[in-house]
């Protein structure tokens, strides 16, 4: 068995001193949130902390609450309890389906929606989806709190943009309108994913036309990656919206830094994303995809 | 013979003998194993494919807590350090140069594991690197430098008399043919030719490799081991250190997955010199990303061409394969032999010629995988079959059934008749999966088969002891890995000594105790352990009938043995009354043996024809090239299904090994560093892998030469699955490809050109 | 440091350093050896063990996080008079396992969806067992024996 090197466990009681403990052992310390990506890779002396700051102790950091039209999720909320999550089922069913369906139940039960994102891993799941519906994290720090939009946390492959002594404590997620369409699908052939994409659509008139529209795709690229270019081609009505979305798919594969690697070529990549855009499409809109 | 309604514990699907153990965690694999005083080992392995080892300072490593001792190449005086059964190439650990990225390089011995792996990062080892050798063609060029600078000396268990390859990087050449191939092919009415490559695999036994050594103060040396061959291990640890047979122990408990990747030696002669060089009791356990870097399947590109007449019969086949052996030869000689033998298929072909090589590379070595050779070649000898069919203008089934070799006639000349129904199994298969209902869109169907010549060299020794209170042990080398070995074994002993089930014990793979069994692999245990056993039930009896003479005090012939014993008018004994009456003392057992050689009906090659007949419907996601399995048929030609239910359950896992190695198994190279060991990356069948519909049929025609009419399984349905899942998908789209993996990706690009157009 | 614990029923306290898996410490001081090592990644599921009644990979978690909570191996799964549990005797049943190597994390990852949901479909099983990986029976065997034992299950209530 690959044996962890010894390493010191220390229990914050809030994410202040959470934060100034990561502050005091600087690059020795690392954030233990749910150990399913960080244990790993510590295994592998990818990283070798020798002090551990155990956010899951901090009381509260856990809770998935409603407030004020959006669900405040807890950094050290598991997959599994933000998948069974009665808030999260009614008010962002997407993130709830999402989450029941990233990697394996073992990971669900112990691995932190907070820790998948810090750890920006290139073939996750919820950052993907969490670009698309408008998620933004709160980052807390001796110096303050602040709150940024997920595309500001993903800095690259495994590297977030939190600063020294930053500790990410909360995820809010705008609840879904009823005007809202949203969906994520992957498609996998490995392990993890080779592709994951994210739609989100605004429509006044329950699917005839769009007002406004997010996507992003992930795992095809070091880092999910929203498609700016496409979002405005699929706006307007369902049937010019339809019609482009050939147009949309590229305009997503031209923002990603599509890679070449053992997961498939670019080009095997950019025609993933046309076929999964038509079905993200009607999946968001609750139409059959038989 | 007897009636199958007459048995009454063979043939029914009894408990597994391992059962309870295996589902209530008491079962006890090598990897559970703990000695008294017991050291632990973790190994440096090289960074390069190909470089000399200048030095290795490890004393910093020794300085460290808990650190014993360190075993590097510059250790092994007095010792025999090359050992392997088919050509003793392979170091116990590098010896002055490495041959693979991951080659064992040192070993620090500890008093834990975690002190064991520290210390590994204090060692400095100077490599001179040179060119690495990574592909076939590259060791074969002119003028390309002798991956072994030196010609090594055969093993003693090559278990066949083609010689090693002539030269340069060729570690096995074997040439196959009869007839005139160039005759046959300048008058034939279609010819199907193609290159195919079958990929590089890895087994994923589920425990990776561990051993446990320990040298006694009176130099007896014990090796605990998750090897599927104990005694072939025995031969190559008593060859390293110089000792006679009776001096190595090897107990090999229940075994967490082999799949052939636990064939013959691998870390035990590395784990027996810790233990030599350290004093202490030691225990290597690999990581699986470790094992990744031990032994995989042989990838093979094959050039064949086949020819048929203008009535649809095969008139030739010419094939030239090319293994890629890895750095050491392990079982590839083997694998190479039986690559070149099966290829052939089991069709009635008058011309033949096959060339196959076996080439060493720097990559991990390969040896045996399931099916040995088989599923290499079977891939592209069905996908052919496929094409001359439409060639030709005839259904598949039908054009196979045109050339199948029928039982007792011969494919291979000099060898064993063929021993099995083919034909019927085929027509079988082909009923199973409803050929005649219509395709939906996307959907393909595929009924392929192939024959190997199975069952390895028949040595094989058994004892049974029966016991005067009734008990009855069977004492049996063979490994139980999973097969269910144990249980079968055991059912044969129960049947033929007339006693419960509960009543055999089954005493197994500890070269100490039990006899000489070659090898449990080439499905053999059923037909010839399964055969000893059965022998060894019948000499016993006869042993008693002689002291029942006494017992009952009257000849022979007036005894009349019934099930369990023998009557006398009246009198009623049973084999236990008999002995407890002979000695008149409790406690005593005797001892029937049975000694298989090849002799006698196991003269002929091979002990028997394993056959492999599948049916898939695929579903193909056009869009992704996403290939799904809608049906699944397998049929077990088996003979007599000693379990029937054990019997059925090897077929739907040879099968679905097959299925990965089909659709996306493969180990990728990215120069000289293995891209994917890991099992994150390496991706093996799982649940949602399932194919919807699945149909199993076992065929009983007590055809072989095993116990009762029995003959092996569990390789044959690992051969056919990726022609029929390629032969379905050409069905589905008329893109006929010749790789494997099936990827997605592949697929899609295999559509694409058919479409004309140009990928976008 | 001493983590307190209920296993298989029994109120638990062990000495352990906090770098160690919960696998080391119930496959070395426990000897629990059930627990079976393969992946090291949370991939193959053959270290599944129960926390709470959630299945986890033993391998990749740390003993430190069972303080106060209930682990489950499958050492644990037979009844105190020694009688099977139903996935186990459905196991049996259905020859649901060769070398036996993933069977305890497979019983113990359907123990988890059973003990949830006893009437899942077979789809809901196969997407809850697609984490376990088996690479000797082809998963068949396996289905039909969580069938079994959830139809048992379901008698039971």
Same mark, same amino acid.
């Given at each position: 068995?690959?044996?962890?090197?010894?390493?010191?466990?220390?229990?914050?009681?809030?994410?202040?001193?959470?934060?100034?403990?990561?502050?005091?052992?600087?690059?020795?310390?690392?954030?233990?949130?749910?150990?399913?990506?960080?244990?790993?890779?510590?295994?592998?002396?990818?990283?070798?902390?020798?002090?551990?700051?155990?956010?899951? @102790?901090?009381?509260?950091?856990?809770?998935?609450?409603?407030?004020?039209?959006?669900?405040?999720?807890?950094?050290?909320?598991?997959?599994?309890?933000?998948?069974?999550?009665?808030?999260?089922?009614?008010?962002?069913?997407?993130?709830?389906?999402?989450?029941?369906?990233?990697?394996?139940?073992?990971?669900?039960?112990?691995?932190?929606?907070?820790?998948?994102?810090?750890?920006?891993?290139?073939?996750?799941?919820?950052?993907?989806?969490?670009? @698309?519906?408008?998620?933004?994290?709160?980052?807390?720090?001796?110096?303050?709190?602040?709150?940024?939009?997920?595309?500001?946390?993903?800095?690259?492959?495994?590297?977030?943009?939190?600063?020294?002594?930053?500790?990410?404590?909360?995820?809010?997620?705008?609840?879904?309108?009823?005007?809202?369409?949203?969906?994520?699908?992957? =498609?996998?052939?490995?392990?993890?994913?080779?592709?994951?994409?994210?739609?989100?659509?605004?429509?006044?008139?329950?699917?005839?036309?769009?007002?406004? *529209?997010?996507?992003?795709?992930?795992?095809?690229?070091? =880092?999910?990656?929203?498609?700016?270019?496409?979002?405005?081609?699929?706006?307007?009505?369902?049937?010019?919206?339809?019609?482009?979305?050939?147009?949309?798919?590229?305009?997503? *594969?031209?923002?990603?830094?599509?890679?070449?690697?053992?997961?498939?070529?670019?080009?095997?990549?950019?025609?993933?994303?046309?076929? =999964?855009?038509?079905? @993200?499409?009607?999946?968001?809109?609750?139409?059959?995809?038989? | 013979?007897?009636?199958?309604?007459?048995?009454?514990?063979?043939?029914?699907?009894?408990?597994?003998?391992?059962?309870?153990?295996?589902?209530?965690?008491?079962?006890?694999?090598?990897?559970?194993?703990?000695?008294?005083?017991?050291?632990?080992?973790?190994?440096?392995?090289?960074?390069?494919?190909?470089?000399?080892?200048?030095?290795?300072?490890?004393?910093?490593?020794? #300085?460290?807590?808990?650190?014993?001792?360190?075993?590097?190449?510059?250790?092994?005086?007095?010792?025999?350090?090359?050992?392997?059964?088919?050509?003793?190439?392979?170091?116990?650990?590098?010896?002055?140069?490495?041959?693979?990225?991951?080659?064992?390089?040192?070993?620090?011995?500890?008093?834990?594991?975690?002190?064991?792996?520290?210390?590994?990062?204090?060692?400095?080892?100077?490599?001179?690197?040179?060119?690495?050798?990574?592909?076939?063609?590259?060791?074969?060029?002119?003028?390309?430098?002798?991956?072994?600078?030196?010609?090594?000396?055969?093993?003693?268990?090559?278990?066949?008399?083609?010689?090693?390859? #002539?030269?340069?990087?060729?570690?096995?050449?074997?040439?196959?043919?009869?007839?005139?191939?160039?005759?046959?092919?300048?008058?034939?009415?279609?010819?199907?030719?193609?290159?195919?490559?079958?990929?590089? +695999?890895? #087994?994923?036994?589920?425990?990776?490799?561990?051993?446990?050594?320990?040298?006694?103060?009176?130099?007896?040396?014990?090796?605990?081991?998750?090897?599927?061959?104990?005694?072939?291990?025995?031969?190559?640890?008593?060859?390293?250190?110089?000792?006679?047979?009776?001096?190595?122990?090897?107990?090999?408990?229940?075994?967490?997955?082999?799949?052939?990747?636990?064939?013959?030696?691998?870390?035990?002669?590395?784990?027996?010199?810790?233990?030599?060089?350290?004093?202490?009791?030691?225990?290597?356990?690999?990581?699986?990303?470790?094992?990744?870097?031990?032994?995989?399947?042989?990838?093979?590109?094959?050039?064949?061409?086949?020819?048929?007449?203008?009535?649809?019969?095969?008139?030739?086949?010419?094939?030239?394969?090319?293994?890629?052996?890895?750095?050491?030869?392990?079982?590839?000689?083997?694998?190479?032999?039986?690559?070149?033998?099966?290829?052939?298929?089991?069709?009635?072909?008058?011309?033949?010629?096959?060339?196959?090589?076996?080439?060493?590379?720097?990559?991990?070595?390969?040896?045996?995988?399931?099916?040995?050779?088989?599923?290499?070649?079977?891939?592209?000898?069905?996908?052919?079959?496929?094409?001359?069919?439409?060639?030709?203008?005839?259904?598949?089934?039908?054009?196979?059934?045109?050339?199948?070799?029928? $039982?007792?006639?011969?494919?291979?000349?000099?060898?064993?008749?063929?021993?099995?129904?083919?034909?019927?199994?085929?027509?079988?298969?082909?009923?199973?999966?409803?050929?005649?209902?219509?395709?939906?869109?996307?959907?393909?169907?595929?009924?392929?088969? $192939?024959?190997?010549?199975?069952?390895?060299?028949?040595?094989?020794?058994?004892?049974?002891?029966?016991?005067?209170?009734?008990?009855?042990?069977?004492?049996?080398?063979?490994?139980?890995?999973?097969?269910?070995?144990?249980?079968?074994?055991?059912?044969?002993?129960? /049947?033929?000594?007339?006693?419960?089930?509960?009543?055999?014990?089954?005493?197994?793979?500890?070269?100490?105790?039990?006899?000489?069994?070659? $090898?449990?692999?080439?499905?053999?245990?059923?037909?010839?352990?399964?055969?000893?056993?059965? /022998?060894?039930?019948?000499?016993?009896?006869?042993?008693?009938?002689?002291?029942?003479?006494?017992?009952?005090?009257?000849?022979?012939?007036?005894?009349?043995?019934?099930?369990?014993?023998?009557?006398?008018?009246?009198?009623?004994?049973?084999?236990?009354?008999?002995?407890?009456?002979?000695?008149?003392?409790?406690?005593? $057992?005797?001892?029937?043996?049975?000694?298989?050689?090849?002799?006698?009906?196991?003269?002929? +090659?091979?002990?028997?024809?394993?056959?492999?007949? +599948?049916?898939?419907?695929?579903?193909?996601?056009?869009?992704?090239?996403?290939?799904?399995?809608?049906?699944?048929?397998?049929?077990?030609?088996?003979?007599?299904?000693?379990?029937?239910?054990?019997?059925?359950?090897?077929?739907?896992?040879?099968?679905?090994?097959?299925?990965?190695?089909?659709?996306?198994?493969?180990?990728?190279?990215?120069?000289?560093?293995?891209?994917?060991?890991?099992?994150?990356?390496?991706?093996?069948?799982?649940?949602?892998?399932?194919?919807?519909?699945?149909?199993?049929?076992?065929?009983?025609?007590?055809?072989?030469?095993?116990?009762?009419?029995?003959?092996?399984?569990?390789?044959?349905?690992?051969?056919?699955?990726?022609?029929?899942?390629?032969?379905?998908?050409?069905?589905?789209?008329?893109?006929?490809?010749?790789?494997?993996?099936?990827?997605?990706?592949?697929?899609?690009?295999?559509?694409?050109?058919?479409?004309?157009?140009?990928?976008? | 440091?001493?983590?307190?614990?209920?296993?298989?029923?029994?109120?638990?306290?062990?000495?352990?350093?906090?770098?160690?898996?919960?696998?080391?410490?119930?496959?070395?001081?426990?000897? &629990?050896?059930?627990?079976?090592?393969?992946?090291?990644?949370?991939?193959?599921?053959?270290?599944?063990?129960?926390?709470?009644?959630?299945?986890?990979?033993?391998?990749?978690? &740390?003993?430190?996080?069972?303080?106060?909570?209930?682990?489950?191996?499958?050492?644990?799964?037979?009844?105190?008079?020694?009688?099977?549990?139903? &996935?186990?005797?459905?196991?049996?049943?259905?020859?649901?396992?060769?070398?036996?190597?993933?069977?305890?994390?497979?019983?113990?990852?359907?123990?988890?969806? &059973?003990?949830?949901?006893?009437?899942?479909?077979?789809?809901?099983?196969?997407?809850?067992?697609?984490?376990?990986?088996?690479?000797?029976?082809?998963?068949?065997?396996?289905?039909?024996?969580?069938?079994?034992?959830?139809?048992?299950?379901?008698?039971?209530?």
């Amino acid at each position: 068995m690959t044996t962890l090197s010894r390493f010191e466990i220390h229990q914050p009681t809030c994410a202040l001193e959470a934060s100034q403990m990561l502050a005091h052992y600087g690059e020795e310390a690392g954030i233990y949130a749910g150990g399913t990506e960080l244990l790993l890779a510590m295994k592998h002396s990818a990283l070798n902390y020798r002090h551990l700051i155990d956010l899951k @102790v901090v009381p509260g950091l856990n809770s998935i609450d409603m407030r004020n039209g959006s669900l405040e999720i807890g950094a050290t909320s598991t997959h599994r309890s933000i998948e069974r999550s009665p808030n999260v089922q009614q008010h962002q069913p997407a993130l709830a389906e999402m989450e029941s369906q990233v990697a394996n139940v073992r990971v669900r039960a112990t691995g932190t929606l907070g820790g998948n994102l810090c750890f920006a891993e290139p073939h996750s799941d919820p950052a993907t989806l969490l670009l @698309v519906l408008g998620g933004s994290v709160k980052i807390e720090s001796a110096a303050g709190a602040r709150e940024i939009p997920v595309s500001e946390l993903i800095a690259g492959a495994y590297a977030s943009n939190l600063q020294p002594g930053e500790i990410l404590t909360k995820i809010t997620v705008p609840s879904a309108k009823p005007t809202h369409r949203s969906a994520y699908m992957k =498609f996998q052939i490995h392990e993890r994913p080779t592709l994951g994409l994210g739609l989100w659509l605004d429509t006044p008139d329950e699917g005839r036309t769009f007002t406004s *529209a997010r996507v992003a795709v992930g795992c095809v690229c070091p =880092f999910p990656t929203r498609g700016l270019n496409a979002e405005k081609l699929l706006t307007g009505s369902h049937a010019d919206v339809e019609k482009r979305l050939s147009e949309a798919a590229d305009a997503i *594969a031209d923002a990603a830094d599509l890679l070449d690697d053992h997961e498939g070529s670019a080009e095997y990549k950019r025609h993933l994303i046309h076929v =999964f855009l038509q079905r @993200v499409f009607r999946k968001a809109l609750g139409e059959s995809l038989a | 013979m007897k009636p199958l309604s007459d048995f009454q514990i063979v043939n029914h699907s009894v408990p597994r003998g391992d059962g309870i153990p295996k589902v209530t965690g008491g079962a006890i694999y090598t990897s559970d194993m703990v000695v008294e005083h017991m050291a632990w080992a973790k190994v440096l392995r090289s960074p390069f494919a190909r470089a000399r080892i200048l030095s290795i300072d490890a004393s910093a490593a020794k #300085a460290q807590p808990g650190v014993i001792d360190i075993l590097t190449g510059y250790d092994l005086k007095g010792l025999q350090p090359y050992y392997g059964h088919g050509v003793k190439d392979h170091p116990l650990i590098a010896i002055g140069q490495v041959r693979f990225v991951g080659e064992p390089v040192a070993a620090v011995i500890a008093e834990n594991e975690l002190a064991a792996q520290e210390a590994l990062g204090k060692i400095n080892v100077d490599y001179e690197e040179l060119d690495p050798i990574l592909d076939v063609d590259t060791a074969m060029a002119e003028g390309t430098p002798r991956i072994h600078e030196t010609d090594f000396a055969d093993g003693s268990f090559r278990g066949f008399d083609d010689f090693p390859g #002539a030269a340069g990087n060729i570690c096995q050449a074997v040439h196959v043919g009869w007839g005139d191939v160039d005759a046959a092919f300048a008058k034939a009415a279609h010819i199907a030719e193609g290159e195919f490559y079958f990929p590089m +695999v890895y #087994a994923y036994a589920m425990e990776p490799y561990v051993a446990i050594a320990d040298f006694d103060a009176k130099g007896h040396l014990t090796v605990y081991t998750s090897g599927q061959h104990p005694f072939m291990v025995r031969h190559d640890v008593a060859h390293v250190f110089r000792l006679p047979l009776n001096s190595v122990r090897i107990i090999v408990p229940y075994i967490g997955g082999g799949y052939g990747s636990k064939s013959y030696t691998k870390i035990e002669p590395l784990v027996a010199a810790c233990s030599w060089k350290s004093g202490r009791p030691v225990k290597l356990q690999l990581s699986v990303e470790e094992a990744f870097l031990t032994t995989r399947g042989d990838d093979a590109r094959v050039r064949i061409r086949t020819a048929v007449d203008a009535r649809g019969h095969l008139v030739a086949r010419q094939a030239t394969i090319h293994l890629n052996t890895g750095a050491y030869a392990e079982n590839s000689p083997m694998v190479c032999r039986k690559a070149a033998n099966r290829i052939v298929g089991p069709y009635r072909i008058p011309n033949i010629k096959i060339d196959c090589f076996a080439v060493y590379t720097n990559t991990v070595p390969a040896s045996s995988y399931r099916g040995l050779g088989g599923a290499q070649v079977t891939f592209p000898g069905e996908s052919q079959m496929d094409e001359l069919a439409e060639m030709s203008g005839s259904d598949p089934v039908e054009f196979r059934l045109k050339n199948l070799a029928h $039982s007792g006639e011969s494919i291979h000349p000099g060898m064993r008749p063929i021993d099995a129904d083919i034909p019927g199994d085929i027509r079988e298969a082909a009923k199973m999966l409803r050929m005649d209902r219509p395709l939906a869109p996307g959907h393909g169907r595929s009924v392929c088969c $192939s024959a190997s010549d199975a069952g390895a060299h028949p040595v094989t020794l058994a004892m049974v002891q029966v016991y005067a209170d009734g008990a009855v042990s069977v004492l049996s080398g063979s490994t139980e890995i999973g097969q269910g070995s144990h249980t079968v074994l055991t059912q044969i002993a129960a /049947e033929e000594m007339g006693v419960p089930l509960e009543k055999v014990r089954l005493i197994g793979s500890d070269t100490a105790v039990t006899l000489f069994e070659r $090898s449990t692999g080439a499905s053999r245990t059923t037909t010839l352990m399964g055969r000893a056993v059965l /022998e060894a039930c019948r000499e016993a009896i006869a042993q008693i009938k002689v002291m029942a003479e006494e017992v009952f005090a009257v000849d022979a012939d007036k005894l009349v043995e019934e099930r369990g014993g023998l009557r006398h008018g009246g009198k009623f004994l049973t084999w236990a009354n008999i002995l407890e009456q002979y000695f008149k003392m409790e406690g005593c $057992s005797i001892v029937g043996r049975a000694y298989l050689r090849k002799a006698g009906d196991l003269t002929l +090659v091979p002990v028997f024809w394993e056959i492999g007949v +599948v049916g898939v419907e695929i579903a193909l996601d056009e869009e992704t090239g996403k290939i799904c399995l809608d049906s699944l048929v397998t049929i077990g030609d088996v003979g007599l299904a000693i379990h029937p239910a054990m019997t059925e359950g090897q077929d739907l896992g040879a099968a679905t090994m097959g299925l990965g190695a089909g659709l996306f198994e493969e180990l990728i190279y990215d120069g000289q560093q293995l891209m994917n060991g890991t099992m994150l990356e390496y991706r093996v069948p799982r649940f949602s892998d399932l194919a919807k519909n699945i149909d199993m049929k076992l065929v009983q025609n007590r055809d072989g030469v095993g116990p009762y009419g029995a003959k092996g399984g569990g390789e044959g349905a690992v051969n056919p699955i990726s022609p029929c899942i390629a032969n379905a998908l050409y069905r589905a789209t008329g893109a006929r490809i010749r790789t494997l993996p099936l990827t997605p990706e592949r697929v899609w690009k295999a559509l694409q050109e058919k479409k004309g157009a140009a990928p976008r | 440091m001493n983590v307190s614990f209920e296993l298989n029923g029994k109120q638990t306290t062990l000495e352990i350093e906090q770098r160690e898996s919960l696998a080391e410490v119930l496959r070395g001081r426990c000897r &629990l050896t059930g627990v079976k090592i393969s992946c090291e990644a949370q991939v193959c599921g053959s270290c599944t063990v129960l926390v709470d009644d959630l299945p986890v990979s033993a391998c990749t978690l &740390l003993a430190y996080e069972v303080r106060g909570k209930r682990v489950t191996t499958i050492e644990g799964l037979a009844d105190d008079s020694g009688r099977l549990h139903p &996935l186990q005797q459905a196991f049996l049943d259905h020859f649901s396992f060769q070398c036996g190597y993933c069977t305890p994390g497979m019983i113990l990852a359907a123990k988890a969806l &059973l003990d949830e949901n006893s009437a899942a479909t077979d789809a809901e099983i196969v997407a809850h067992m697609n984490g376990n990986l088996c690479r000797c029976t082809g998963y068949l065997p396996i289905l039909k024996a969580i069938r079994q034992a959830a139809n048992q299950l379901r008698g039971q209530k």
